[in-house]
């Protein structure tokens, strides 16, 4: 016998010998030579050989009678096998050996057997059935260890994607093709609400074969349906499944659809032009208006994903400015901040406005949208509305003008003659007496009827306007009821009043609040002739603020519903017959109403036919503190005053001087009585320290010298205080009936100077207005006050007026071609320390602040009464 293999005798490449232990030792292969050893040689066969089949499914010889191929194909398996053509049998004998890959055969073939030979074939299959047997238990044997080693792997790998699965809330279906089914916790749950996985498989089975993507829709058992989505990952004779619940993912993927769509419609429906770039300004998102607007031919849905920085750089042409508007665009992106309502100018002349907003998702910039709109209507409009706004505010500007200019020249001539009327009244007698007030009434009625017309006009232009300044309320209603006393007694009627004694300062308007209860009482007084009036007024303190209620009762003749309903309407009266019985204009309480609420209060009137009216006021005003009671001007009467100092010893010259500088005080000085009338000619000093003792002309001759120089030049008298060492009381007689004011003694304390300057040296008041009448009433009126008093008729004559720093200036609002407010900045500036008060007809709202602006202290509306006059003038001056 020849070998025809590789190795001589092995069993081949990858062959495994699985009998060694139980056959002493021996090999498969060396039993199959033993076997071929022991067939009868006369059988006869030619070309016959055993053959085993190699790891790499080949068979070689590894026994032959003859020369046999060293490759033929792959034998199938079986046992012997027989077949009979024409007499003949093919015997074919397959031996299976195990290998790596479980199956090694070994074969004998050969020529057609005759029908003799068949019985020994059969003898030697009974030679090969164990060998046979053992074979193909090991091979079995095999192939299940080799079974449950892949299943474990299989198993491992399963519980991984299974964990990972998990986490991720994917369920896993293990599917084998017998038909067994394992599932995962997070496919259990899933399909709980499914009737489970049982219920579910089949239709899991109809959507996924194999390696492929499905989905299923259940509806489970509360009716609700779910939506799952499944992949299949096919391995060997099992399938993985993997399944999610897609059901709240494809209802928010339907709602963002459902959102991107109406987005779509309604940017595509907007009038505005709309461009949404990305963050690296891409075109995202634009429509039709934006194509029209800047002339583009394509459609929105062609221009996604264009380069707009080139774009722009195309654009720009378009616009008045290409090159502003191009830097202007790169400064907005590049600041990332919302631009709304900007104006552009197209080349043709068109206004577009233009909107940036900068698209934030979580924090990080994702792009922005820019938003155009054609406003070129709206502009030309808004031009044509600003002419017609200024042509309007023009007008309303020459209204004020005039009603403020007849507002001052009505109420100046009506000051004149209401001042001159009550001087001469003082001084008649009888029936040229009454005839004198006759005149006092009637300018009173028109005097009235000017303010109220005057601010029924303010309240309906809206400009109503109020100055708070510290009041006190209980003061101000007993002076409005005091100055209703005349009337009242001249009709009878009784006027009760019930005002706390003490009542906090409210910071309101003092006119205004002034004007309320003059009007509230004023009516009660006229309608309750002979009767009663009861004027209650209650402030209650709440934290910072004060709750005032005032009460205004009468038993006059009371109203009906009817007038009621319309008792705040400008020119209402409740009957004819009520203007000729009682006068008026029906403008009081409409302007009452207006003033209250402009302070933010209430007004109730309740009233009976017959039984009388009551009206009460409620409003809140903040509450200011004690010390500013007087709400006037706090002016230091020592700091800034002009003192003249006449003393010919050089010693006491020097120490007077020094003391009173040191308090603030401007001094001059003279050495004799001779040179006073030349030092005061030159400049009014507010104080003269006069010494009485001089070598030449001695105090009392330069006072009596002083005083006839100022007779002769109509000039005011000058405040002069004696100093002197003689303690004879016949001297400070003298020294008055020379016209001195004061007597001090040497030796004097620095603290007494002071004091005297603060004492004497009260500042003189100047009366600035191109009115001689009203000057003259103004000045006489302060003179019997015992104020000293200058008279200036214009701007002109004041800027040349030695006038003191610290003087009182009161100020016409118009001067010819001069203002009253221009006149008292120029004060300001020059340094004037005195109280500047403007006293005008002009009742503007806004002429209070606009004052304030200009230096002006206080704004008194002409006319005053000589009473409140005098006593305003005082409380500044000597505050």
Not at 119 to 147: S, Y
Not at 174 to 191: I, K, M, N, P
Not at 667 to 678: L, M, P, S
Request: glycine share 8%; net charge negative.
């Amino acid at each position: 016998m020849r070998m025809f293999d590789r190795g001589a005798t092995g069993l081949g490449e990858g062959a495994v010998d699985v009998y060694a232990s139980d056959w002493g030792g021996r090999t498969p292969e060396g039993m199959l030579r033993e076997l071929l050893a022991t067939l009868p040689e006369s059988m006869g066969i030619e070309g016959a050989g055993l053959y085993l089949e190699s790891s790499y499914g080949q068979l070689r010889c590894v026994a032959s009678t003859a020369d046999t191929p060293s490759r033929i194909p792959t034998p199938r398996e079986g046992g012997i096998s027989h077949s009979f053509e024409g007499g003949h049998a093919d015997v074919v004998l397959e031996v299976p050996v195990v290998d790596t890959r479980g199956a090694l055969y070994l074969r004998r073939t050969g020529r057609p057997f005759t029908a003799a030979e068949v019985g020994e074939v059969a003898c030697l299959e009974r030679w090969v059935a164990p060998v046979l047997l053992r074979f193909e238990l090991e091979r079995t044997r095999r192939q299940r260890d080799a079974a449950l080693q892949g299943c474990a792997e299989r198993q491992q790998r399963t519980q991984i994607l299974e964990d990972a699965m998990t986490r991720l809330g994917v369920g896993v279906l293990d599917l084998d093709d017998s038909g067994s089914v394992r599932a995962s916790q997070t496919a259990r749950e899933l399909f709980g609400a499914m009737g489970g996985v049982a219920e579910a498989l089949p239709r899991v089975r109809e959507a996924i074969r194999g390696d492929s993507r499905g989905s299923l829709s259940m509806q489970g058992e509360d009716g609700a349906l779910r939506r799952f989505d499944l992949e299949g990952l096919r391995e060997n004779d099992h399938s993985l499944v993997l399944v999610r619940d897609v059901t709240d993912l494809r209802r928010h993927e339907a709602e963002a659809a459902f959102l991107r769509e109406r987005l779509h419609v309604l940017i595509q429906s907007m009038h505005s032009a709309v461009l949404v770039e990305t963050a690296h300004r891409e075109i995202a998102v634009t429509n039709h208006a934006f194509c029209e607007l800047f002339g583009i031919l394509a459609p929105p849905e062609a221009m996604v994903g264009a380069d707009c920085a080139g774009a722009a750089e195309q654009t720009k042409v378009l616009f008045k400015d290409p090159e502003g508007w191009l830097s202007r665009v790169d400064e907005i992106l590049a600041a990332r901040k919302a631009v709304i309502g900007e104006t552009v100018r197209m080349w043709d002349d068109r206004v577009l406005e233009r909107d940036y907003v900068p698209v934030m998702v979580e924090g990080e910039y994702s792009g922005h949208l820019w938003q155009y709109r054609d406003v070129t209507e709206q502009e030309k409009r808004a031009a044509t509305l600003s002419d017609a706004r200024r042509e309007a505010d023009r007008a309303n500007e020459a209204k004020s003008r005039f009603l403020a200019m007849m507002s001052h020249d009505m109420r100046t001539p009506l000051g004149s003659l209401l001042g001159n009327a009550e001087l001469l009244r003082d001084e008649l007698a009888g029936t040229k007496r009454d005839q004198a007030e006759g005149i006092m009434r009637s300018a009173q009625t028109l005097l009235g009827l000017i303010e109220d017309l005057l601010d029924v006009m303010v309240s309906e232009a809206g400009e109503l306007s109020l100055d708070p300044r510290p009041v006190d309320l209980a003061a101000l209603v007993r002076h409005v009821v005091r100055i209703n006393g005349p009337r009242a007694r001249e009709t009878g009627t009784q006027i009760g009043i019930d005002v706390p004694s003490t009542v906090a300062m409210v910071s309101a308007d003092p006119r205004r609040v002034e004007q309320v209860v003059g009007n509230l009482v004023g009516n009660a007084v006229k309608f309750a002739a002979g009767g009663h009036v009861d004027v209650a007024l209650e402030a209650t303190e709440d934290g910072d603020d004060v709750e005032v209620r005032l009460e205004v009762r009468d038993d006059g003749i009371g109203m009906d519903e009817e007038a009621l309903a319309q008792v705040f309407e400008p020119f209402r009266q409740a009957d004819a017959s009520i203007r000729g019985n009682f006068g008026g204009t029906g403008l009081g309480l409409s302007i009452t109403r207006s003033i209250v609420d402009r302070m933010g209060g209430a007004i109730e009137v309740e009233s009976e036919p017959g039984r009388g009216t009551t009206f009460r006021v409620t409003f809140r005003a903040p509450r200011v503190a004690e010390k500013s009671k007087s709400g006037t001007m706090e002016i230091p009467l020592a700091m800034g005053a002009e003192v003249l100092v006449v003393e010919d010893d050089p010693e006491n010259r020097e120490y007077v001087t020094r003391a009173l500088r040191r308090a603030g005080v401007t001094v001059r000085a003279v050495e004799d009585g001779a040179a006073v009338i030349g030092a005061v000619a030159q400049h009014p000093p507010d104080l003269v320290i006069m010494d009485l003792d001089m070598r030449y002309v001695g105090g009392l001759e330069a006072t009596r010298l002083l005083r006839a120089w100022e007779q002769d030049a109509k000039r005011d008298p000058v405040a002069v205080v004696a100093l002197t060492a003689n303690a004879d009381p016949t001297v400070a007689e003298q020294c008055r009936e020379m016209g001195m004011q004061a007597v001090a003694t040497k030796p004097i304390t620095p603290t007494e100077l002071v004091a005297l300057v603060r004492a004497q040296a009260a500042p003189p008041v100047c009366i600035v207005d191109d009115d001689p009448d009203f000057r003259a009433l103004v000045a006489f009126t302060l003179r019997a006050a015992g104020v000293r008093v200058q008279e200036v008729a214009s701007g002109e004559e004041l800027q040349r007026h030695p006038l003191s720093k610290r003087a009182m200036v009161l100020l016409d609002r118009h001067l010819g071609t001069v203002s009253g407010l221009d006149l008292a900045q120029d004060l300001r500036a020059r340094g004037h320390l005195g109280p500047v008060v403007l006293m005008t007809g002009d009742g503007s709202p806004s002429l209070r602040e606009e004052s304030r602006k200009h230096g002006v202290d206080d704004v008194w509306l002409k006319p005053l009464p000589r009473d409140v006059l005098a006593e305003r003038v005082k409380a500044m001056l000597w505050t």
